[in-house]
C-alpha cells in the first residue's frame, strides 16, 4: 500500500492562531529529529511508526496549544522508543534538552516509562511508577496530561490494528477506567466522549452493536428531525435579533447505554437523544435565548438546569431545557463561544503558555487531588487510588467572597478549610453553613454557602483525625500533633537530666556546655541537643553512671559521682548506686496505675514515704508536671525473667461498617490474645467508637497489635489508653 508522506506544516495549518516564524522553526525542528530517531520502526498497522507521534501533535495543534507542547507531542516517544541502553538513555534526553529546551525535555518525561531499563521491576511496578510519574509531572506542568491524553486518543483511534484481542481489551478498559474520567475531570468533554465510545466498541461490542444498529435504523429520520428543528430555531432566534451559530448532536452510543444501564430505560425514553447546541457571542445573550426558546415552544420545567449561574465541578457552563417538538422531547445547549471552548478542550482553555500556568482554581486543585490520592497509603495501591479518587464526586461550595469552589462530596467544613490554607484549618474555631453554626464534623452539601471563623488561641485536635476525609487535612493535623508531641518528648528528656543532675555536683549550665563540646552527640548519631532530650525521654540514651563518667572522666579519677537515696527495707538493693530491677514477687516494688507501665517501654523507679518503689512509664504525666519529687527518683529496669502478662486497653476510631469487629478480632485470634473487654458505640461523626481490654506480654507485643489494627483499611485511628 502507498504509505501517506509527514510533513510538519500539517501540524503547523491546522493551528487556529497562526505561529510567528520562530515557533514554526522549531517545530521543523522537531519533526526532523523525530523522524531520525524514529527511523525504521513501524506500527502494527504497517506505517512509520512517526505517523503516531505526528498525529498526537496534530491533536493538540488543532486544540491550539502553543508551540512547547506541540514539540514535546512529536517527541513523546524518542527517550522510551528510541534508546537503548542506559548510556543512549542519557545521550536523547541531553538532546532534547539542548536542541528544544528543558520545559520541553520536562514534558516528554511526564510521558514517559522512565523504568525501561530496570530489569528488576515487575509489570506492576513499571505500571505504579508510570502513574506516579505521569501525575507528579503533570503536578509541574499540566501540558503533561495533555499530550498524554492526546496520545491515548490516537492509540484508540487506532487499536484495532492490535492482532491480541486480551491487549485490545486491556487498554480500553484501562482507558474507559482512568483516561475518559480523567478527560472529564479537567473538563475535555469532546477527547471524553470519543474515548468513551472507543473504548465501550471493544469492551461490550455486543451492546455497542446493538446500539449502533437501532440508531442506523433511525438515523435518516433523526438527522431529518434535527435538521428541521435547527432550521427552525434559528429562523426564530434570528427574527428576535439574536446572532447565533447551532450545531446538532445524537447522543453517543456509551452515554446511551450508561443511561440504559443507570435509569432503566429505552432509547425512545432518553431525553437528551437529540440535542442542539445554540451558542452565542455573549454570556448575557444566554439567558435571553432561553427565554425566546420557552416563548415558542413548550418545555419541561424539571429538565431546565442553569449551569451558568450554578457550574459543573469541571467547569461546565451552559444552560440546558429540553423542549417538545411534534411529540418528541429535544434538549437545547445554550453557551457563549468561550463556554463552548471551555466544554470542549477543558483545561487547555484555561492554559498560560508563558508562564507555565493554570488558570482555573478547579482544576488546580483536581491535580493536588490525584497528587495526594497517589502519595497517601501504600504504594503498591497507586492504580487503585487513582481510579478510585476519578470516580469521587465533587460539589460546589460559595465562599464570602462569592467565588465558587469545588470539593469531594464528602469533604467537612474541616477539610474546607484546610484545602483553603493549613494556618485556617490549624486555627479553626467554628464554621457557619448558609449563616447557621455547625460543628467541624459537619459535611457539606452542593451549593452551600460557607464561612470559616478562625482564633490564634485554637489548634488541632486528635478528636479530628476521627472525621476528617482528606489527606491534606490529615497530614497537617498529624504533622501538628506530631510536633506537640515531640515538644513533649524533649521537655521529659529535660526533667530527666535535671533529675539525674541533682544527684551529682554538675550544674545543668556545665552539663550542657559539656555535652555540647564532646563528641559525645557525634558518635551516637545524634544530630542536636534537641534530639539528645527526645533520645532520653524514649530511653533510647540510659542516663547512668557510665553515661556520667563517659561525659565527666576527671569526676571518676576523683572517685566522686552521683549516689542514689538510701533503700531502707528494700532487701534488694544490695548496692545503691546499681540499678533496681523489677520482679513479680517483690512486694516493695508496686506498678504505678496513673500510667501502667508495661515490661519493655522506659521506666522509672520513684520512693515513696512509706519506703516502697512505685514504677512509672518516662512519659507519666506526673514526672512532667512535676509532682514526682526529683530527689526521691530511682534509676530501675524489668528484669529479663519477668513473665507477668500486662492488661492493657486501646481506644480504636473506625467507620461504622459491617465486618470491621470481625477484621479486628482477627488481629487477636492470630496474636493468640483473648479479649478481656470490648465495648463498641457510634460517635456524632458515624465513625464506631472500640475500646478493648486484653493481656500483652510485653510493649512490642502491644506495638504489633496496633500496627496490625491501624492496617485495616476501615481503621480511622487506633491508640493505647492508660
Same mark, same amino acid.
Given at each position: 500500500?502507498?504509505?501517506?508522506?509527514?510533513?510538519?506544516?500539517?501540524i503547523?495549518?491546522?493551528?487556529?492562531?497562526?505561529?510567528?516564524?520562530?515557533?514554526?522553526?522549531?517545530?521543523?525542528?522537531?519533526?526532523?529529529?523525530?523522524?531520525?530517531?524514529?527511523?525504521?520502526?513501524?506500527?502494527?498497522?504497517?506505517?512509520?511508526?512517526?505517523?503516531?507521534?505526528?498525529?498526537?501533535a496534530?491533536?493538540?495543534?488543532?486544540?491550539?496549544?502553543?508551540s512547547?507542547t506541540?514539540?514535546a507531542?512529536?517527541?513523546?516517544?524518542?527517550?522510551?522508543?528510541?534508546?537503548?541502553?542506559?548510556?543512549e538513555?542519557?545521550?536523547?534526553?541531553?538532546?532534547i534538552?539542548?536542541?528544544?529546551?528543558?520545559?520541553?525535555?520536562?514534558?516528554?518525561?511526564?510521558?514517559?516509562k522512565?523504568?525501561?531499563?530496570?530489569?528488576?521491576?515487575?509489570?506492576?511496578?513499571?505500571?505504579?511508577?508510570?502513574?506516579?510519574?505521569?501525575?507528579?509531572?503533570?503536578?509541574?506542568?499540566?501540558?503533561?496530561?495533555?499530550?498524554?491524553m492526546?496520545?491515548?486518543?490516537?492509540?484508540?483511534?487506532?487499536?484495532?490494528?492490535?492482532?491480541?484481542?486480551?491487549?485490545?481489551?486491556?487498554?480500553?478498559?484501562?482507558?474507559?477506567?482512568?483516561?475518559?474520567?480523567?478527560?472529564?475531570?479537567?473538563?475535555?468533554?469532546?477527547?471524553?466522549?470519543e474515548?468513551?465510545?472507543?473504548?465501550?466498541r471493544?469492551?461490550?461490542?455486543?451492546?455497542?452493536?446493538?446500539?449502533?444498529?437501532?440508531?442506523?435504523?433511525?438515523?435518516?429520520?433523526l438527522?431529518?428531525?434535527?435538521?428541521?428543528?435547527e432550521?427552525?430555531?434559528?429562523?426564530?432566534l434570528?427574527?428576535?435579533?439574536?446572532?447565533?451559530?447551532?450545531?446538532?448532536?445524537?447522543?453517543?452510543?456509551y452515554?446511551i447505554?450508561?443511561k440504559?444501564?443507570?435509569?432503566?430505560?429505552?432509547?425512545?425514553?432518553?431525553?437528551?437523544?437529540?440535542?442542539?447546541r445554540?451558542?452565542?457571542?455573549?454570556?448575557k445573550e444566554c439567558?435571553e435565548?432561553?427565554?425566546?426558546?420557552?416563548?415558542?415552544?413548550?418545555?419541561?420545567?424539571t429538565?431546565?438546569?442553569?449551569?451558568i449561574?450554578?457550574?459543573?465541578?469541571?467547569?461546565?457552563r451552559?444552560?440546558?431545557?429540553?423542549?417538545?417538538?411534534?411529540?418528541?422531547?429535544?434538549?437545547i445547549?445554550?453557551?457563549?463561544?468561550?463556554?463552548?471552548?471551555?466544554?470542549?478542550?477543558?483545561?487547555?482553555?484555561?492554559?498560560?503558555?508563558?508562564?507555565?500556568?493554570?488558570?482555573?482554581?478547579?482544576?488546580k486543585?483536581?491535580?493536588l487531588?490525584?497528587?495526594?490520592?497517589?502519595?497517601?497509603?501504600?504504594?503498591?495501591?497507586?492504580?487503585?487510588?487513582?481510579?478510585?479518587e476519578?470516580?469521587?464526586?465533587?460539589?460546589?461550595?460559595?465562599?464570602?467572597?462569592?467565588?465558587?469552589?469545588?470539593?469531594?462530596?464528602?469533604?467537612?467544613?474541616?477539610?474546607?478549610?484546610?484545602?483553603?490554607h493549613s494556618?485556617?484549618?490549624h486555627?479553626?474555631?467554628?464554621?457557619?453553613?448558609?449563616?447557621?453554626?455547625?460543628?467541624?464534623?459537619?459535611?457539606?452539601?452542593?451549593?452551600?454557602?460557607?464561612?470559616?471563623?478562625?482564633?490564634?488561641?485554637a489548634?488541632?485536635?486528635?478528636?479530628?483525625?476521627?472525621f476528617?476525609k482528606?489527606?491534606?487535612?490529615?497530614?497537617?493535623?498529624?504533622?501538628?500533633l506530631?510536633?506537640?508531641?515531640d515538644?513533649?518528648? &524533649?521537655?521529659?528528656? $529535660?526533667?530527666l537530666? #535535671?533529675? /539525674?543532675?541533682?544527684k551529682?555536683? =554538675?550544674?545543668?549550665? +556545665?552539663?550542657?556546655?559539656?555535652?555540647?563540646?564532646?563528641?559525645?552527640?557525634?558518635?551516637?548519631g545524634?544530630t542536636?541537643?534537641?534530639?539528645?532530650?527526645?533520645?532520653?525521654?524514649?530511653?533510647?540514651?540510659?542516663?547512668?553512671?557510665?553515661?556520667?563518667?563517659d561525659?565527666?572522666?576527671?569526676?571518676?579519677?576523683?572517685?566522686?559521682?552521683?549516689s542514689?537515696?538510701?533503700?531502707?527495707?528494700?532487701?534488694?538493693?544490695?548496692?545503691?548506686?546499681?540499678?533496681?530491677?523489677i520482679y513479680?514477687?517483690?512486694?516493695?516494688?508496686?506498678?504505678?496505675?496513673?500510667?501502667?507501665?508495661?515490661?519493655?517501654?522506659?521506666?522509672?523507679?520513684?520512693?515513696?514515704?512509706?519506703n516502697?518503689?512505685?514504677?512509672?512509664?518516662?512519659?507519666c504525666?506526673?514526672?512532667?508536671?512535676?509532682?514526682l519529687h526529683?530527689?526521691?527518683?530511682?534509676? &530501675?529496669?524489668?528484669? $529479663?525473667?519477668?513473665? #507477668?502478662? /500486662?492488661i492493657?486497653?486501646?481506644k =480504636?476510631?473506625?467507620? +461504622?461498617?459491617?465486618?470491621?469487629?470481625?477484621?479486628?478480632?482477627?488481629?487477636?485470634?492470630?496474636?493468640?490474645i483473648?479479649?478481656?473487654?470490648?465495648?463498641?458505640?457510634?460517635?456524632n461523626?458515624?465513625?464506631?467508637?472500640?475500646?478493648?481490654?486484653?493481656y500483652?506480654n510485653?510493649?512490642?507485643?502491644l506495638?504489633?497489635?496496633?500496627?496490625?489494627?491501624?492496617?485495616i483499611?476501615?481503621?480511622i485511628?487506633?491508640?493505647?489508653?492508660?
Amino acid at each position: 500500500m502507498t504509505q501517506k508522506r509527514f510533513r510538519y506544516y500539517d501540524i503547523v495549518n491546522v493551528h487556529p492562531t497562526p505561529f510567528s516564524d520562530e515557533d514554526v522553526e522549531l517545530i521543523k525542528k522537531a519533526f526532523v529529529y523525530g523522524a531520525k530517531r524514529h527511523k525504521g520502526q513501524t506500527r502494527h498497522s504497517g506505517e512509520p511508526y512517526f505517523s503516531h507521534p505526528v498525529a498526537v501533535a496534530g491533536i493538540l495543534s488543532e486544540m491550539d496549544l502553543d508551540s512547547e507542547t506541540i514539540v514535546a507531542a512529536i517527541l513523546h516517544d524518542v527517550v522510551e522508543d528510541t534508546a537503548h541502553s542506559p548510556d543512549e538513555l542519557i545521550k536523547v534526553q541531553e538532546e532534547i534538552k539542548e536542541l528544544f529546551g528543558e520545559t520541553v525535555l520536562k514534558i516528554v518525561l511526564g510521558v514517559t516509562k522512565i523504568s525501561k531499563f530496570k530489569k528488576e521491576i515487575s509489570k506492576e511496578d513499571r505500571e505504579r511508577e508510570y502513574y506516579r510519574n505521569m501525575i507528579f509531572g503533570m503536578v509541574r506542568d499540566p501540558r503533561v496530561i495533555l499530550v498524554k491524553m492526546a496520545d491515548r486518543l490516537h492509540n484508540m483511534r487506532t487499536l484495532f490494528y492490535i492482532p491480541s484481542e486480551e491487549k485490545r481489551k486491556r487498554i480500553a478498559r484501562e482507558t474507559l477506567e482512568i483516561y475518559a474520567p480523567l478527560a472529564h475531570r479537567l473538563g475535555m468533554g469532546k477527547i471524553k466522549s470519543e474515548l468513551e465510545d472507543l473504548s465501550f466498541r471493544y469492551l461490550y461490542p455486543e451492546e455497542y452493536n446493538r446500539i449502533e444498529e437501532k440508531l442506523l435504523k433511525r438515523k435518516e429520520v433523526l438527522e431529518e428531525q434535527l435538521k428541521e428543528m435547527e432550521e427552525k430555531v434559528k429562523k426564530i432566534l434570528t427574527k428576535n435579533g439574536m446572532k447565533v451559530e447551532i450545531k446538532s448532536r445524537i447522543k453517543k452510543p456509551y452515554s446511551i447505554y450508561k443511561k440504559i444501564k443507570d435509569k432503566g430505560v429505552t432509547i425512545d425514553e432518553i431525553f437528551d437523544l437529540l440535542a442542539l447546541r445554540v451558542i452565542t457571542e455573549t454570556e448575557k445573550e444566554c439567558s435571553e435565548v432561553a427565554a425566546i426558546i420557552k416563548k415558542y415552544w413548550v418545555h419541561i420545567p424539571t429538565r431546565y438546569r442553569d449551569f451558568i449561574s450554578n457550574p459543573k465541578p469541571n467547569n461546565y457552563r451552559a444552560i440546558h431545557l429540553t423542549v417538545i417538538e411534534q411529540g418528541r422531547s429535544i434538549e437545547i445547549q445554550i453557551r457563549s463561544k468561550e463556554m463552548d471552548s471551555i466544554a470542549e478542550k477543558g483545561i487547555a482553555a484555561h492554559y498560560y503558555y508563558k508562564d507555565g500556568k493554570v488558570d482555573d482554581e478547579n482544576i488546580k486543585r483536581l491535580i493536588l487531588y490525584l497528587r495526594d490520592a497517589i502519595e497517601s497509603g501504600p504504594t503498591k495501591e497507586v492504580v487503585n487510588k487513582l481510579k478510585d479518587e476519578l470516580k469521587q464526586e465533587f460539589i460546589t461550595v460559595i465562599t464570602p467572597k462569592g467565588d465558587f469552589i469545588t470539593i469531594p462530596k464528602d469533604f467537612t467544613v474541616l477539610d474546607f478549610a484546610y484545602l483553603i490554607h493549613s494556618k485556617l484549618g490549624h486555627h479553626f474555631k467554628r464554621a457557619l453553613v448558609n449563616n447557621s453554626i455547625v460543628n467541624a464534623n459537619r459535611v457539606l452539601k452542593d451549593w452551600d454557602y460557607v464561612k470559616i471563623e478562625s482564633d490564634p488561641e485554637a489548634h488541632p485536635k486528635k478528636e479530628w483525625l476521627h472525621f476528617v476525609k482528606s489527606h491534606k487535612a490529615r497530614v497537617h493535623i498529624r504533622d501538628y500533633l506530631n510536633k506537640i508531641k515531640d515538644e513533649e518528648r &524533649v521537655e521529659i528528656g $529535660k526533667k530527666l537530666i #535535671e533529675i /539525674f543532675l541533682k544527684k551529682t555536683d =554538675i550544674g545543668p549550665e +556545665d552539663f550542657t556546655k559539656r555535652l555540647k563540646g564532646s563528641e559525645f552527640l557525634k558518635n551516637r548519631g545524634i544530630t542536636d541537643i534537641e534530639d539528645f532530650y527526645r533520645k532520653v525521654s524514649t530511653g533510647a540514651i540510659k542516663i547512668n553512671e557510665q553515661f556520667f563518667y563517659d561525659l565527666f572522666p576527671e569526676k571518676k579519677k576523683k572517685k566522686k559521682g552521683f549516689s542514689f537515696p538510701v533503700l531502707g527495707s528494700l532487701k534488694k538493693a544490695e548496692n545503691s548506686n546499681k540499678r533496681i530491677k523489677i520482679y513479680p514477687d517483690n512486694k516493695l516494688v508496686f506498678l504505678g496505675g496513673c500510667c501502667n507501665p508495661i515490661k519493655g517501654e522506659p521506666i522509672i523507679g520513684y520512693l515513696t514515704k512509706e519506703n516502697v518503689i512505685r514504677v512509672h512509664s518516662q512519659s507519666c504525666r506526673l514526672l512532667k508536671n512535676e509532682i514526682l519529687h526529683p530527689s526521691r527518683i530511682i534509676e &530501675v529496669d524489668w528484669d $529479663k525473667d519477668y513473665n #507477668e502478662k /500486662f492488661i492493657v486497653k486501646v481506644k =480504636i476510631i473506625s467507620a +461504622d461498617v459491617f465486618g470491621v469487629l470481625f477484621k479486628i478480632s482477627s488481629v487477636f485470634h492470630n496474636e493468640k490474645i483473648n479479649i478481656l473487654k470490648l465495648n463498641s458505640k457510634s460517635d456524632n461523626t458515624g465513625n464506631a467508637v472500640i475500646i478493648i481490654d486484653f493481656y500483652v506480654n510485653d510493649i512490642f507485643q502491644l506495638r504489633k497489635i496496633i500496627k496490625s489494627i491501624g492496617k485495616i483499611k476501615e481503621v480511622i485511628d487506633v491508640e493505647r489508653i492508660r
